[in-house]
């Protein structure tokens, strides 16, 4: 489940590799389940402390919502306030253009990578 960093999310793209942009790009996909930070953190890429550091501002945006408790872990998911549903929008207008760009795009060679 895990995103790739060799294939950075549509907000990584635009905003570039920042903690906020991945934690987002995660959430953005994976919308229709619920995570603890640890779980983000892991999925993201991220350090579970650039998680904890970022999460007020997205509590606070409105981005992020509690879900339930699960044990002594709290379960987050993406938020369905306006701002959140905007960021959604944007994620999904960036991957389309994105996939545009590609269709449209001459088939390039893969090189496969050599071992040093």
Do not use: C
């Not at 892991?42 to 509590?59: D, E, F, H, I, Y």
Request: hydrophobic fraction near 40%; proline fraction near 4%; avoid cysteine.
């Amino acid at each position: 489940m895990r995103i790739s960093h060799k294939n950075p999310g549509p907000l990584q793209r635009v905003f570039g590799d920042t903690g906020v942009a991945r934690i987002l790009d995660f959430l953005t996909v994976y919308r229709e389940f619920d995570y603890s930070m640890a779980d983000v953190a892991r999925n993201s890429g991220l350090g579970k402390m650039t998680v904890a550091r970022a999460w007020p501002t997205l509590q606070r945006y409105g981005l992020v919502r509690e879900t339930r408790r699960e044990g002594k872990a709290r379960m987050y998911k993406m938020n369905e306030t306006k701002v959140a549903k905007l960021v959604e929008q944007l994620a999904l207008q960036v991957a389309s253009v994105d996939a545009d760009l590609l269709a449209k795009s001459e088939p390039q060679e893969i090189k496969p990578i050599r071992a040093r």
